[in-house]
């Protein structure tokens, strides 16, 4: 029988809703500055909105009545405020877009919105190089707060033991510290260790390789940071990184984005200097391997289709297209044309690429590498179990920090997520065949949308249908989350609706 919510469930998750829009309302100062810095009036006055709209409901949740206790969050109201966050988010972040006369409609100022937090990239922008920074910065914060996550700002700032649903209802798998907070400020600190590297490296080079002024190389290393290092894929300029027409900071980019695509547990080994594990886990070895198949089969299609006339240019070109596509950053070096007209091999790789992402934990999208080594281990054991004589019981174990033993309830459920990523990336290829789009093209914008990576083939569009539009967005959701939030929400709804 469904158990219907009472009143006490519904504060519990304003409650905790009301921080994260606290969280959310504070960080929308920083655009504002930036705005009032630029002298850029019009969008000052749409942050102020956004931010009073976010601080209110904010300061209305976390002063709800709220009689239990706050730091015993239950694991179901801890999803539900999960989902929830990256539904409402986005929709309140959008105001100072659809106030900008950039977006042609509310739902594609949305759209741009969810694809930020999302940390996805494809984007609906129109004359995005005529933007006002200030809108620029906020659209880059966006990738920022999602990748490393809103709700873990929320719970380095409040403490609580039940904050560890939220911690894993945000898809984070591993906590690296005996506490979720300090896990949560570790998180913090490596990203702002990055973000003062990786600002500097980029701005020193479109400084003195690019020749930009020094403000402009600040802003421009700032943007790429906060969409490379969180793997999402907007750029200040319309033709992505192909706008710097360097070799030198396609590279510096091509390190941030790996680095995104590290779990933060390999991060955390790194600094405490123990290379060895990482090179020992199977999650390292997984995505290196595939990282490497898919750059071989990208590089072989390149090379037979004679796209590129020269080594380098094929070179240049295909692995950093495989590199973003396995980020998941979406960071692209050619136009949605020509990768579009990519096809044989080179199509296989980058969508194959897309849909595996990068490691668990970390701010990439896709089925992740550790699911993908976990599956072929268990599948591996399947057949080993066949060869064995009869009472023999095969076992696997793996390196994953410690050593592990790979259980049939672990290998179901990698499975099990794996497959509901391959049907999320269906959704979104048949809702694109149903309006006439080319199969090739409708696979590799529904891979690209479901795995939160933003490379396009061209569909991605103002003119694109809007049950498209929405149906990118319900993919950006689901695979940002990786299901389960998304699941406990419709169940506390059904249950609300039915429930006795």
């Known amino acids: 029988m469904l158990i219907k919510p009472v009143r006490r469930d519904f504060e519990a998750i304003g409650h905790n809703l009301g921080r994260v829009f606290t969280v959310v309302g504070v960080a929308g100062f920083a655009p504002a500055i930036w705005a009032v810095v630029s002298r ?83 984007s609906l922008v129109q004359d995005l190089d005529h933007l006002a920074t200030s809108l620029n910065f906020w659209r880059h914060l966006l990738h920022f707060l999602g990748g490393q996550g809103i709700i873990i700002a929320a719970l380095v700032l409040f403490a609580g033991r039940g904050n560890l649903t939220l911690y894993y209802g945000e898809a984070r798998e591993e906590k690296i510290l005996p506490s979720v907070k300090s896990t949560a400020r570790f998180i913090w600190a490596v990203s702002l ?4 590297a990786g600002v500097a490296a980029l701005g020193f080079v479109a400084w003195q390789v690019l020749g930009f002024s020094p403000t402009r190389s600040l802003f421009h ?51 405490r200097r123990r290379a060895r594990s990482v090179i020992e886990n199977l999650e390292t070895r997984t995505i290196l391997s595939t990282l490497g198949l898919t750059m071989i089969l990208t590089m072989a299609g390149l090379a037979a289709t004679g796209v590129y006339s020269t080594v380098f240019g094929l070179g240049r070109q295909g692995m950093f297209q495989v590199v973003s596509a396995h980020s998941g950053t979406g960071f692209a070096t050619v136009s949605s044309a020509e990768l579009g007209s990519w096809g044989g091999l080179a199509f296989g790789g980058i969508v194959i ?16 590498a550790l699911r993908v ?23 696997t174990s793996y390196m994953q920090g410690s050593r592990k033993q790979l259980t049939p309830e672990l290998a179901q459920s990698a499975m099990s997520v794996s497959l509901l990523y391959v049907a999320l ?32 083939a061209g569909i991605t569009d103002v003119s694109m249908p809007a049950l498209l539009k929405v149906t990118y967005i319900v993919q950006m959701w689901l695979g940002r989350l990786e299901f389960v939030a998304i699941f406990a929400l419709f169940g506390f709804i059904i249950s609300w609706l039915r429930g006795k």
Not at 193 to 196: A, E, G, I, Q, Y
Not at 373 to 395: D, M, P, S, Y
């Open 193 to 196: 260790v990055h973000l003062v």
């Open 425 to 456: 990336f269906g959704l979104g290829t048949g809702v694109a065949l149903m309006y006439g789009y080319p199969l090739q093209t409708a696979i590799f914008e529904s891979v690209s949308a479901g795995a939160s990576v933003g490379l396009s």
């Open 40 to 122: 850029e009036w019009h969008p000052l006055s749409s942050f102020l909105l956004m931010i009073g709209v976010f601080l209110v409901l904010g300061q209305l949740g976390v002063r709800l009545p709220y009689r239990g206790e706050v730091d015993r969050l239950a694991w179901s109201h801890g999803m539900v405020v999960v989902a929830l966050t990256w539904l409402l988010v986005p929709l309140i972040g959008a105001i100072p877009f659809m106030l900008s006369g950039h977006y042609a409609s509310p739902l594609d100022s949305y759209f741009d919105a969810m694809s930020g937090l999302s940390t996805t990239g494809l």
């Open 353 to 368: 690429a897309m849909a595996l992402g990068g490691m668990g934990s970390s701010t990439a999208g896709g089925v992740k």
């Open 373 to 395: 080594g976990l599956t072929v281990r268990a599948i591996g054991n399947q057949i080993k179990q066949v060869l064995l004589a009869e009472g023999a019981v095969a076992r």
């Open 221 to 271: 290393g700032l943007m790429i940071f906060f969409a490379g290092f969180d793997t999402g894929g907007f750029t200040p300029q319309s033709t992505s990184i192909a706008y710097y027409h360097s070799a030198i900071f396609e590279a510096t980019t091509a390190v941030l984005m790996i680095a995104g695509a590290m779990s933060f547990g390999v991060h955390f080994a790194l600094w």
